[in-house]
């Protein structure tokens, strides 16, 4: 099941990724500036916002075998509707679907992870499975302008190969994956809590707005900076193939940084953990907007490899919480990932408008680093359920 896991991750970010890989062609053909640019790639992170709380109620309802095949799928019609787009609005309704899709995985995930692991060991797989949606996304960053592009010939086919790719990984979850065990049930069989009983504990524990706000400063940077990452390397002078190659570096030093991380947090406190791997990122990201050459490849890596920690650590938090557990989960997760998507939202859109003000990205990098360090006060509050007990 982590395996599959993994998979249904990996297309999320195979499609994630992809459209930031063709910015450059796209944006010239249908004639966009900076701030269009910035919203289609929040497009999908504003749906998921609304989408959230309906998706986590959905797979708490149906299942994580039958909402996470619904999922891929959606996420793999977002991919190959952006082959037929031919002007802003059409793609900018492309890109949204995914933010239908997209919040059933992320969500359905996660549960699959509490449902199925507890302890240490869901730690550690909280650590492999987010690794599936990084490795999806160096595949787009790394392939699409040196291999796939230049091979299909249009950013057009190249939408739909990966949209083709995600539709079968949504043929192998359904075939293969199955439901974890239900949950015990109360006298008279009904379910130990309901999906509307879980939310109204998730929504009024503080432990859980906390974790959830420093959630919001990695969706931030993730997306902010992640989106913009090829075309702030292209403005440093390289071709469009060198920069994908290096916009793939802070993703597959994620990879290493997301399993380390969760090997330190099962020994060390989560949010000393969490804390460090914040300063580290603010400073590389200053970094990333300074420096050239084998400096930058060692700043991108920093920055990928401690930005990757924080989203793991944080969602094992929330599954230890007594308030949570396996049963509340899919609520507590869909109050995580909505919020977090206001900034995966605002981060490439706010990036975007000041790449049109300012001409360059520093005033965006700045932007992100400031957040990052100030996330450090309600990091410093959250209540760690191992260290408690």
């Known amino acids: ?77 977002s991919g190959l509707m952006r082959a037929f787009a031919t002007d802003f609005t059409a793609l ?14 992320s969500i359905g995930v996660p549960k699959v992870i509490a449902s199925w692991f507890s302890g240490r060991p869901r730690v550690t797989a909280a650590g492999i499975y987010s690794t599936g949606s990084t490795s999806g996304s160096i595949l787009s960053l790394s392939t699409t ?60 524990t503080k432990a859980v707005w906390l974790v959830v706000i420093v959630g919001f400063t990695g969706f931030m940077i993730n997306h902010g900076f992640r989106s913009w990452l090829p075309q702030i390397l292209e403005s440093k002078g390289m071709s469009a193939a060198d920069a994908g190659y290096l916009a793939a570096l802070p993703g597959l030093a994620s990879i290493a940084g997301s399993i380390t991380t969760a090997r330190m947090a099962a020994k060390f406190p989560r949010k000393v953990v969490i804390a460090s791997c914040l300063v580290t990122v603010g400073v590389a990201l200053v970094a990333v907007n300074l420096l050239t050459g084998l400096p930058l490849v060692l700043a991108l890596a ?29 609520a507590a997760a869909g109050i995580y ?50 260290a408690a007990s």
Request: hydrophobic share 55%.
């Open 1 to 77: 099941m982590l395996a599959l896991a993994w998979l249904a991750y990996s297309g999320f970010g195979i499609i994630t990724s992809s459209l930031p890989a063709l910015i450059t062609p796209i944006r010239t053909e249908l004639h966009l500036t900076y701030s269009e640019v910035g919203i289609l790639l929040g497009a999908w992170q504003l749906v998921y916002i609304v989408a959230s709380y309906p998706a986590g109620m959905f797979v708490d309802r149906v299942g994580t075998h039958r909402s996470l095949t619904l999922g891929i799928l959606l996420v793999a019609i």
């Open 92 to 105: 900018f309704l492309s890109v949204a679907i995914f933010g239908i899709g997209g919040p059933i995985i």
């Open 145 to 204: 302008n040196s291999l796939v592009l230049p091979m299909l010939g249009s950013w057009q086919a190249t939408c739909a190969v990966y949209g083709s790719i995600v539709v079968g990984i949504a043929a192998t979850w359904w075939l293969l994956a199955r439901d974890p065990p239900k949950p015990p049930v109360r006298a008279g069989g009904a379910p130990a809590i309901s999906f509307r009983d879980a939310c109204m504990t998730v929504l009024t």
């Open 302 to 330: 920093v920055q990928g490899f401690f930005a990757g920690g924080v989203g793991p650590v944080l969602l094992t938090i929330l599954m230890d919480l007594r308030e949570v557990g396996a049963g509340a989960m899919g």
């Open 337 to 386: 990932f909505a919020v977090g998507e206001v900034g995966g939202f605002a981060g490439p859109s706010v990036m975007g408008v000041l790449k049109d003000w300012t001409g360059g990205f520093t005033a965006g990098l700045l932007m992100l680093t400031a957040i990052t360090i100030i996330m450090l006060v309600p990091t410093a509050m959250i209540r760690d359920p191992r």
